[in-house]
């Protein structure tokens, strides 16, 4: 399968625990994104990568969240302190210098 | 505010029934507009891109087409296994990110 991978799958985690996310895109790819979706909503732009540098981040990307992409190969996506907000899907998508983005399967977050 | 809408919510057709989802912008500069389809539990999957207005784009049942304000998904005699949620999302900087809609959720019985 040479499509975009998310690890985990789904994963639950008690409200002040901290949670590492993993995507690693399709390999020529070297645009990553991270979105985030709730029920019913479209996905919501969090940050990106062109390589290994990250380029932009939204304002929904507040101090507890982190994301790396250390040789613009597989990214993690970090979030601290968890709250209950936090429950969402988390997507990753990886493109190359044009914008159509491919998704990956996405983590499914509980927060409790 | 950059914003992207779409119409309706949901969706629901008898198998056969042809329709169209709406998907209306208003950002500056539009650089692309993307559908994608989105079945429950998994992440979208790409559609089309549009680039400019009259621009038009098909596969299968789906025909997909572009104004200055706003993008049409039709859907001819569709079949239950084209229900899922649509999603409509524009690319309007120099940046990567996509804005989506809320999405349409279709929903076609046999």
């Known amino acids: 399968d040479t499509g975009v991978s998310q690890d985990p799958r789904h994963k639950i985690t008690k409200r002040g625990q901290n949670v590492t996310f993993r995507c690693d895109p399709i390999s020529e790819h070297n645009r990553l994104y991270w979105y985030r979706q709730t029920l019913g909503q479209g996905p919501e732009f969090l940050t990106y990568?062109?390589?290994?540098?990250?380029?932009?981040k939204s304002r929904l990307l507040s101090d507890r969240f982190s994301a790396e992409r250390p040789k613009g190969s597989f990214s993690t996506l970090e979030i601290q302190r968890t709250e209950q907000g936090d429950s969402a899907m988390y997507l990753c998508?990886?493109?190359?210098?044009?914008?159509?983005?491919?998704f990956g399967p996405g983590t499914r977050l509980t927060v409790t | 505010e950059d914003q992207v809408t779409q119409s309706p919510e949901a969706l629901r057709l008898q198998e056969g029934e042809s329709s169209s989802l709406n998907c209306s912008y208003t950002v500056s500069g539009l650089r692309g507009l993307f559908w994608y389809r989105q079945d429950p539990g998994k992440g979208p999957e790409f559609l089309f891109t549009?680039?400019?207005a009259g621009e038009e784009k098909e596969k299968e049942r789906l025909k997909a087409t572009l104004t200055k304000k706003e993008s049409f998904l039709h859907i001819t005699a569709p079949k239950p296994e084209d229900s899922a949620t649509y999603l409509c999302?524009?690319?309007?900087?120099?940046?990567?990110?996509?804005?989506f809609g809320q999405g349409t959720e279709l929903s076609v019985k046999p």
């Open positions: 549009l680039y400019s």
């Open positions: 990568f062109q390589n290994e540098a990250q380029l932009e």
């Open positions: 998508a990886s493109s190359l210098s044009v914008p159509e983005q491919y």
């Open positions: 999302a524009v690319h309007y900087n120099q940046g990567g990110k996509l804005i």
